[in-house]
């Protein structure tokens, strides 16, 4: 069964980056991100963290000048990216009305989209990658740590 990648952009995105974090990535994601960073001379970076600390930041998250953020492998980011904010499971807080489709994760590994054995992205990029966000299990805490943060501020912006 061929993998679906197909799923539409986040129309609405303001490119906060409180969804770039810890994201799993297949193999063959991360062999086409390995063959586009070093195509466009792309490198992994993030910025060093004091002892006892830990940093969910992306290597391959960029700030603008305007502070927005974006993705230096946007075009071949891995399908977990390009699932935030579209599907029901993974909704954007400051847009949940962008979710189009529902995809539980049983039915994403049935369609070959996650496996249970994938590996974090920052894993195949920075050694200590594991250390610096503080284990494995992080990246969906930290996603419900953004989503909760970012409806406090809404909630806080409404008052």
Same mark, same amino acid.
């Given at each position: 069964m061929p993998r679906r990648t197909d799923l539409p952009a986040m129309p609405l995105c303001n490119g906060c980056g409180a969804c770039?974090?810890?994201?799993?990535?297949?193999?063959?994601?991360?062999? $086409?991100?390995?063959? &586009?960073?070093?195509?466009?001379?792309?490198?992994?970076q993030v910025e060093p963290v004091d002892a006892d600390t830990i940093s969910? !930041?992306?290597?391959?998250? $960029?700030? /603008?000048?305007?502070?927005? &953020? /974006?993705? !230096?492998?946007?075009?071949? $980011?891995?399908?977990?990216?390009? !699932?935030?904010?579209?599907?029901?499971?993974?909704?954007?807080?400051?847009?949940?009305?962008?979710?189009?489709?529902?995809?539980p994760r049983q039915k994403a590994q049935g369609l070959r989209l996650v496996d249970p054995s994938d590996r974090y992205l920052g894993e195949n990029f920075e050694p200590g990658y594991l250390a610096r966000i503080g284990g494995r299990g992080t990246g969906v805490a930290l996603h419900a740590m953004a989503a909760a943060a970012i409806e406090e501020n809404l909630r806080g912006a409404r008052k």
């Amino acid at each position: 069964m061929p993998r679906r990648t197909d799923l539409p952009a986040m129309p609405l995105c303001n490119g906060c980056g409180a969804c770039c974090g810890p994201v799993t990535a297949r193999p063959d994601e991360v062999k $086409r991100i390995r063959k &586009y960073v070093k195509e466009n001379g792309i490198e992994w970076q993030v910025e060093p963290v004091d002892a006892d600390t830990i940093s969910f !930041a992306c290597g391959f998250l $960029r700030k /603008q000048e305007d502070g927005s &953020y /974006q993705c !230096a492998v946007h075009p071949v $980011r891995p399908w977990t990216c390009r !699932a935030f904010g579209v599907i029901k499971e993974m909704p954007c807080p400051l847009f949940p009305e962008a979710v189009v489709e529902s995809i539980p994760r049983q039915k994403a590994q049935g369609l070959r989209l996650v496996d249970p054995s994938d590996r974090y992205l920052g894993e195949n990029f920075e050694p200590g990658y594991l250390a610096r966000i503080g284990g494995r299990g992080t990246g969906v805490a930290l996603h419900a740590m953004a989503a909760a943060a970012i409806e406090e501020n809404l909630r806080g912006a409404r008052k």
